[in-house]
T-cell receptor, first 112, second 117 residues
Framework: KNQVEQSPQSLIILEGKNCTLQ??????????LRWYKQDTGRGPVSLTI?????NTKSNGRYTATLDADTKQSSLHITASQLSDSASYIC???????????FGKGTTLSVSS | GAVVSQHPSWVICKSGTSVKIECRSL??????MFWYRQFPKQSLMLMAT?????????EQGVEKDKFLINHASLTLSTLTVTSAHPEDSSFYIC?????????????FGSGTRLTVV
């Protein structure tokens, strides 16, 4: 069964600190893996997209890594800001590009 | 960049009435649109997949007669919640899919908060 599991479920950090969110998946083969940020009451916004052949992708303070051998991905956030408080969702797209398998997300709270 | 407009952003309706939610791709043609439902602190749950000009494909457990989906053009899909009840209160999100070469793009709308009273 295709699954995407994220950890931790929730995380609280101080402003300015770094953090890393984890994503393990069983989807195989797959087309690409995406990280989204979802603010409360809003739709998800794309942060990074990586194909199975890519190992890392950066978008400003966000850096995603992918290890297709171990089927793991991480999202690293540097120098966190209050506005980073949101849910971060890992999504794996199947090889045909026709289905998205969602993780349950990690809720990040950044406090001052 | 790809933009998907979802309207309304929130709606309150009386039990028994119907509500229509629109999802538009503003600067690209969406071959497929997805409709999701999200409960508090839960992930997005796929309700149905719609392709332009054809009937929507509903996920197991989703009532097609209650959640009517129309995908009349490559830039517009609508979800109508018919005879809404309080248990239909939720956050509904659409996603538009486009293909550019070997890249599949998925862009989400901003969501609609439906409250049925």
């Amino acid at each position: 069964k295709n699954q995407v599991e994220q950890s931790p479920q929730s995380l609280i950090i101080l402003e300015g600190k770094n953090c890393t969110l984890q994503c393990n998946y069983t989807v195989s083969p797959f087309s690409n893996l995406r990280w989204y940020k979802q603010d409360t009451g809003r739709g998800p916004v794309s942060l990074t997209i990586m194909t199975f052949s890519e190992n890392t992708k950066s978008n400003g303070r966000y850096t995603a890594t992918l290890d297709a051998d171990t089927k793991q991905s991480s999202l690293h956030i540097t120098a966190s800001q209050l506005s980073d408080s949101a849910s971060y969702i890992c999504v794996v797209v199947n090889q045909a590009g026709t289905a998205l398998i969602f993780g349950k997300g990690t809720t990040l709270s950044v406090s001052s | 960049g790809a933009v998907v407009s979802q309207h309304p952003s929130w709606v309150i309706c009386k039990s028994g009435t119907s509500v229509k939610i629109e999802c538009r791709s503003l600067d690209f043609q969406a071959t497929t649109m997805f409709w999701y439902r999200q409960f508090p602190k839960q992930s997005l749950m796929l309700m149905a997949t719609s392709n332009e000009g054809s009937k929507a494909t509903y996920e197991q457990g989703v009532e097609k007669d209650k959640f009517l989906i129309n995908h009349a053009s490559l830039t517009l899909s609508t979800l109508t919640v018919t005879s809404a009840h309080p248990e239909d209160s939720s956050f509904y999100i659409c996603s538009a899919h486009r293909r550019q070469g070997s890249d599949y793009g998925y862009t989400f709308g901003s969501g609609t908060r439906l409250t049925v009273v």
